[in-house]
């Protein structure tokens, strides 16, 4: 798979070979020049021999502008057709990826991979690849024409590339060191990034944008120190190697300027072998910093690479045909973290076509139990059961067809009302999509310049919180699924929003569904049919709010506690 992703197609081939070719042929600028210098100092320079010159050079000129111009072209379009190869790739890749991967933690680590590591893998197959190989095969040119001139000179000149090879291989250790460091913290910038633009609103609102972001800052200063220390690793090495390089330079002019004293080089050949190898060490220049930046940039294909060795969910065809909605969790066990379990052997049944609330303290599971039945993620141990059916028998998507969530983070594309609810049933009518807004409750679309076709904005940050909330009731009305989970629905809203979302979520009620609510708020739960009580990953009470009470149990004491809080 990865092989097919970052293969090179024959046009781009064919584009680093004209890119290589246009280096060549910049060498034979020399030659034309050598010829020149010749006549000067034969005094036998005329007018005609300037402007055959001046030809032979607009020839060389006008056939580089033409390779340069036809090769750079296709270079960028054939980059461009693997990076769209590499991005469509890793859409389908991140398409079939555990649910569970997509924590707020690798958010940045996806983003960072579909955007910055894939340009800069595209930089590779643009400018760094064909540079390389130009930069390469014009030293060992110059090298045999300067050796044609004089041995020790052009001995000099090919000794600089064998000393490359050392300096390299230093060179890929520190890069290897700090520039898989500066990729790791330029992703943890991206995730501190889209966080702190998420979330700007609620930092402004309490005073925390801008320079108290301390989050932010303190990203932008991590990934700028590993810049610093990996710039700080590469210099020096980078420095040895041209100190090196026009050391060699030097000597071959003193060795050159002696051969003409002894009458072996004449000066035409002396001034010619002087620009060569200055020439030769900007050229070795280029190339050892071209080098060192194609290495680092194989680390944005290693980590590409990466994403496509994830594992994926299993492609499971075994029977998932529930035929009622009932919920079922058989001795299940889960830990995020391996020694740290957050659900130990749970047991409990969820009744079809009634509402279930499950209450506990935070980080008691209850989210999780609400992964664990969307498939987000697979239990360590145990079963969990629709209908009689195994989870463990079906894949995520049939399981999440029969569920709505209604969750207290409502996400919304920046596309309009119409299209955001679409995505819960493509085959909805405009009849169908309004009815499930008046059922939900949402009469602010009235006031919308174009009704249902209103773009909502990013993330719907046109609407309020209870206006989002009401779409995401909408959604789940018109997803028409069986199992609807409630996870703090009303949470973190204004008294009259929370009013009108728990009316969308009477309406919602009212469909006959397998309803299970998650409230920290316990009057919101006083009406279920049944109430789960979660403590340290256990069930350890559960019945109806009654029946709970007159235990005077866990819940009744948190109830209570509830009454008091004014």
């Not at 005329?46 to 111009?69: E, N, W």
Request: glycine fraction near 6%; hydrophobic fraction near 45%; aromatic fraction near 8%.
């Amino acid at each position: 798979m990865n092989n097919k992703i970052f293969r090179t197609d024959r046009k781009l081939k064919i584009a680093i070979a004209g890119v290589v070719l246009e280096g060549l042929i910049s060498g034979c600028n020399f030659l034309v020049l050598f010829k020149v210098l010749e006549l000067i100092f034969g005094k036998s320079i005329s007018f005609d021999d300037i402007k055959r010159a001046t030809i032979y050079l607009a020839i060389i000129f006008g056939l580089r502008l033409v390779l340069y111009t036809v090769s750079y072209t296709q270079s960028q379009i054939g980059g461009a057709v693997v990076s769209k190869r590499i991005r469509v790739g890793l859409g389908d890749k991140l398409r079939r990826i555990v649910l569970g991967s997509f924590t707020k933690q690798r958010v940045g680590y996806y983003i960072n991979a579909a955007t910055s590591e894939v340009a800069d893998f595209e930089q590779i197959l643009t400018h760094k690849l064909a540079d390389i190989i130009k930069y390469w095969v014009l030293v060992l040119m110059l090298s045999c024409y300067s050796m044609y001139l004089n041995k020790y000179v052009g001995l000099i000149m090919f000794s600089s590339l064998i000393i490359l090879i050392p300096i390299m291989k230093l060179s890929i250790v520190q890069v290897k060191k700090y520039g898989t460091a500066k990729n790791l913290a330029r992703e943890e910038n991206v995730s501190a990034i889209t966080e702190y633009i998420t979330g700007s609103q609620t930092l402004r609102s309490y005073g925390l944008a801008g320079k108290k972001n301390t989050a932010l800052r303190s990203s932008m200063k991590l990934f700028s120190n590993i810049s610093y220390e990996y710039e700080r690793a590469i210099l020096p090495i980078g420095f040895v190697f041209m100190f090196l390089v026009y050391v060699g330079a030097a000597a071959s002019i003193s060795i050159s300027t002696n051969a003409m004293n002894i009458g072996r080089l004449s000066s035409p050949e002396l001034i010619i072998i002087t620009m060569l190898s200055l020439f030769s060490c900007k050229v070795e220049a280029s190339l050892y910093i071209s080098m060192v930046a194609y290495r680092n940039l194989l680390i944005s294909k290693g980590k590409i690479s990466g994403i496509f060795k994830e594992n994926e969910e299993k492609e499971i065809s075994g029977k998932y045909e529930p035929k009622t909605f009932d919920i079922c969790f058989k001795d299940v066990s889960f830990a995020y973290e391996e020694n740290e379990p957050v659900l130990n052997h749970v047991n409990f049944e969820i009744p079809a076509n009634k509402i279930t609330a499950i209450v506990g303290e935070s980080g008691s599971g209850k989210s999780t139990i609400f992964n664990l039945l969307s498939k987000y993620y697979e239990p360590d141990q145990g079963e969990i059961y629709i209908g009689g059916e195994k989870l463990s028998s079906t894949n995520s998507e049939r399981v999440l067809s029969d569920i709505s969530l209604v969750d207290q983070d409502v996400f919304l594309f920046n596309d309009t009302v119409k299209n955001n609810l679409l995505f819960a049933a493509p085959d909805s009518t405009d009849d169908e999509i309004i009815d499930a807004c008046k059922k939900a409750h949402c009469d602010f679309i009235d006031f919308m310049p174009n009704g249902i076709d209103t773009v909502v904005g990013e993330n719907g940050n046109k609407l309020s919180g209870g206006e989002r909330q009401r779409l995401s009731v909408a959604r789940a009305i018109l997803r028409k699924s069986n199992i609807v989970l409630l996870d703090e629905a009303t949470a973190s809203l204004d008294i009259e929003n929370e009013l009108l979302v728990k009316k969308a979520v009477l309406n919602l009620l009212q469909e006959g569904k397998t309803v299970v609510m998650i409230a920290h708020t316990l009057p919101i739960i006083q009406s279920a049919d049944k109430i789960l009580v979660l403590s340290d990953g256990t069930i350890v009470e559960n019945g109806t709010h009654e029946q709970l009470m007159e235990r005077k149990g866990k819940y009744a004491a948190m109830w209570n506690a509830s009454l008091q809080v004014k």
